[in-house]
């Protein structure tokens, strides 16, 4: 058995190398925390590494694509440029250049004629148009008795009363609205015709009469006869005054104007039949828009 005092050498010793082993405890754990940082920087740069070949693979396909659309384009120009090099040019027909030349040419002089004189020729233009519609106004006796004339600045017709212009859209009344047109159209087309100017001479007007009739639905029951026409509730002193106006301007103008009328009203007047194009649609027979013929043939089948 070893004694006591070889016991506490022992004890003491095994202290010692206790002491020694937590001084050294220190250490190994700032080593260990280093080696840790270290760990985290590598990860950090392996993630950054993986960051930019990721952008350098998607730059690359990115390259190719461009690759692959200037190869395209240049396929197409190539195609383009053999056709080009491979068309013929046909030669240029002269004769056309020359008319558009001359019309050019004429276009500028009759500028320059009207680039002095154009507001002086629209003015004595206007006054002429109103001169007519002024005597026919008076001729269909409409309700106003002061001038007529066009008022382009807000296209309509206006009546120069003393003291202030009155619009069309403001006298009321069927009757002068119709009559308004009346001599507005015709004043231009009697301008138009003798100024020889290439305006169309030709006037259509669907059923003017209308407007003269009180029951609108006893003017739509008329079947084309005079007699229907004649004891209807119409002012068949105003529609005479119309026609009567129509025909003087035709007469006046000499052929240089047609009237077109559709119309359901039938007058006697000699001249109105005579300018009949066909007899009235009375609906009687197969005289009409839908002939009988073709209601029993329907029926049939």
Same mark, same amino acid.
């Given at each position: ?45 392996? +993630? ?8 350098? =693979? ?17 396929? =197409? ?18 004769? #056309? ?7 050019? +040419? ?15 020729? #629209? ?31 807000? #296209? ?23 009559? %308004? ?11 138009? +015709?003798? +100024?020889? %100017? ?12 209308? =407007? ?26 105003? =529609? ?62």
């Amino acid at each position: 058995m070893p004694t006591a005092t070889a016991i506490n050498e022992s004890l003491k010793r095994l202290g010692s190398d206790l002491s020694q082993v937590e001084a050294e405890r220190p250490r190994l754990r700032e080593y260990i925390d280093n080696l840790k940082g270290e760990r985290e920087a590598a990860r950090q740069n392996l +993630a950054q590494t993986e960051f930019e070949l990721e952008s350098v =693979v998607a730059e690359g396909e990115a390259a190719e694509e461009i690759r692959a659309a200037s190869a395209r384009a240049a396929r =197409v120009a190539g195609r383009v440029s053999l056709y080009l090099e491979t068309l013929r040019i046909t030669e240029t027909d002269e004769g #056309l250049r020359s008319v558009v030349h001359d019309a050019e +040419a004429e276009v500028e002089r009759l500028e320059s004629l009207l680039a002095g004189d154009g507001e002086d020729l #629209l003015a004595s233009a206007l006054n002429v148009i109103a001169t007519d519609m002024t005597a026919w106004a008076e001729e269909l006796e409409l309700e106003h008795k002061s001038p007529y004339r066009l008022d382009l600045t807000n #296209l309509t017709v206006a009546i120069d009363r003393p003291g202030r212009s009155v619009p069309m859209q403001r006298i009321g009344g069927g009757k002068n609205w119709l009559g %308004c047109h009346l001599v507005a159209l015709l004043a231009l087309h009697k301008y138009f +015709a003798e +100024a020889i %100017c290439p305006v169309p001479g030709f006037l259509l007007l669907d059923q003017p009469t209308q =407007v003269y009739f009180v029951s609108p639905q006893q003017y739509k029951a008329l079947s084309g006869s005079t007699t229907e026409t004649v004891q209807s509730d119409a002012d068949l002193d105003a =529609v005479t005054r119309m026609f009567n106006l129509l025909w003087g301007v035709c007469a006046d103008l000499k052929g240089k104007l047609q009237v077109i009328v559709l119309e359901h009203a039938n007058l006697p007047d000699e001249r109105y039949q005579a300018a009949l194009v066909e007899d009235p649609w009375t609906g009687a027979g197969d005289h009409a828009l839908i002939p009988e013929a073709w209601k029993s043939a329907s029926k049939q089948s």
